[in-house]
């Protein structure tokens, strides 16, 4: 069976699923009523219901189902057909956009070149010269400040040393002029008595004999005052040159922009006045960006595919082949909906007024009046339904003399889902006299009950153990 999946296939548009054995042995097997589908146990759209149809020998159902497959593959077809024109449209007129935008602006060069073949050099090369010159001037007047600049960097950090030099020797006369030597720092030999008489008497050093250095606070306080003063105008005439220099660089680019802009200006101008081959390229170009505007103006109308008239073909086909489906539908399905019905009742479903069998495969159940919908109903009475359904069609099919079930039932633990033994007993009876009805079917169930089989099911038939397991 194959059936149509929305979202099927590589591009997740909708792909044909075939359906094989593995989705008709849920019509074959009648699980415990765990499932939530009538018939079957593949949970596919549509699969149900086309069993339904496979089984009861629906006029032309298989037709239909290969009418809605191909008609939504064409369908498929066509919008993706229509999908890729719409994209092709897009990118032509992307194309076109740029196209246009191409031929705009060569036309305004063309213009250009046309009328300022002839055109008079003399000012632009003037202009160009001058710019040349005031850009050199700037240059060398850059020069001229970065070297004043360095000069005047240098005078700063020569300041700055001198005032860290002096500061770090009068620190040092501070501390060393307070020290009060007992032996010489080189040998260790003691100093004597006299010469720390001669340093307090004539101010010579008891170590080296030196006359001691004057260490005047004031003096040194105003050295370094004056040296503070040297540093701070350093700083403020490097600081004046840098910003000089700063400037100096903003006009060196003002005018090398300048110079730059007047170059270009000429050389369009020379460009301009000797390029006969290059307004010739051009205009070739622009005719052949016409010619493409020209070709692809047009956008084409939209014809009728043979896809497309396909579709339409097997869409009236479907039609008519679904409405005589459903007619036969009617004629079946009531049918198939008593036995449903009586069958169910005396399996144990309780308060089961009607049913209605549809094509999707829905059962459509009314229990003391409030419609219930299959997957609502309890597991047992789901398992009941379910064999109801299968004994049903089996009975339509062999009273119209067709045999498109497989002709298997399987069944596991008949009783476990709350069939009391009464009604297990008519439903293993129903089974028993359904098999001698139909002499191609089999039926299998199993049960851990053998009460419910004796008597009914002929001993020949039975495979028993007293062990907890069958094998």
Not at 129 to 138: F, Q, T
Not at 265 to 271: G, R, S
Not at 444 to 458: D, H, K, M, N, S
């Amino acid at each position: 069976i194959a059936m149509w999946q929305g979202k099927g296939g590589a591009d997740g548009e909708g792909a044909a699923q075939v359906h094989g054995w593995a989705s008709y042995f849920g019509a074959c097997y009648l699980n415990p009523g765990g499932e939530e589908i009538l018939l079957g146990d593949v949970s596919a759209v549509g699969l149900p219901g086309r069993l339904l149809e496979l089984f009861v020998d629906v006029p032309y159902s298989t037709a239909l189902t290969q009418l809605a497959v191909a008609g939504k593959r064409e369908t498929k077809l066509v919008r993706q057909r229509e999908r890729r024109a719409e994209d092709d449209a897009a990118a032509r007129k992307s194309d076109r956009d740029s196209w246009q935008r191409e031929l705009t602006t060569l036309q305004s060069t063309i213009a250009v070149l046309r009328t300022e073949q002839d055109r008079d050099v003399t000012p632009l090369l003037a202009a160009a010269d001058r710019a040349g010159e005031r850009l050199r001037g700037r240059v060398e007047q850059l020069d001229g400040l970065e070297q004043a600049l360095a000069e005047l960097t240098a005078g700063r950090i020569r300041a700055q040393q001198a005032l860290m030099d002096t500061q770090e020797t009068w620190q040092a006369r501070r501390v060393l002029g307070r020290l009060d030597p007992v032996c010489c720092p080189r040998c260790e030999e003691p100093l004597e008595a006299e010469r720390r008489v001669q340093e307090r008497q004539s101010a010579s050093c008891a170590v080296c004999t030196r006359t001691l250095p004057e260490v005047d606070a004031q003096t040194a306080e105003a050295a370094l005052e004056q040296l503070r003063t040297q540093l701070s105008a350093a700083e403020t005439a490097e600081g004046k040159a840098r910003d000089l220099r700063d400037a100096a660089k903003a006009e060196v680019e003002q005018a090398k922009a300048a110079q730059r802009s007047a170059h270009a200006a000429l050389q369009d101008v020379l460009a301009v006045s000797g390029a006969h081959r290059k307004l010739r390229e051009l205009e070739l170009r622009a005719a052949v960006l016409q010619g493409q505007l020209a070709a692809t103006g047009l956008r084409p109308e939209t014809v009728l595919t043979d896809g497309a008239g396909a579709s339409s073909a097997l869409g009236t086909a479907h039609e008519v082949v679904r409405q005589h489906v459903e007619a036969a539908a009617r004629r079946l399905f009531p049918a198939m909906d008593a036995q449903i019905v009586e069958l169910a009742a005396r399996f144990g479903v309780q308060h089961l007024d009607s049913v209605r069998l549809n094509r999707a495969g829905h059962v459509n159940a009314v229990k003391a009046g409030v419609a219930t919908a299959f997957k609502r109903l309890s597991r047992g009475d789901r398992l009941r339904m379910r064999i109801a359904t299968v004994i049903a069609l089996l009975r339509v099919g062999a009273a119209r003399g067709v045999a498109t079930h497989p002709g298997l039932l399987l069944i596991d633990s008949v009783a476990a889902e709350e069939v009391t033994e009464v009604p297990a007993r008519t439903l293993i009876a129903e089974l028993q006299a359904l098999s001698e009805e139909l002499p191609g079917l089999q039926v299998v169930l199993t049960t851990a009950q053998p009460e419910l089989v004796e008597g009914l099911v002929p001993y020949e038939r039975l495979i028993t153990s007293s062990g907890e397991h069958l094998f």
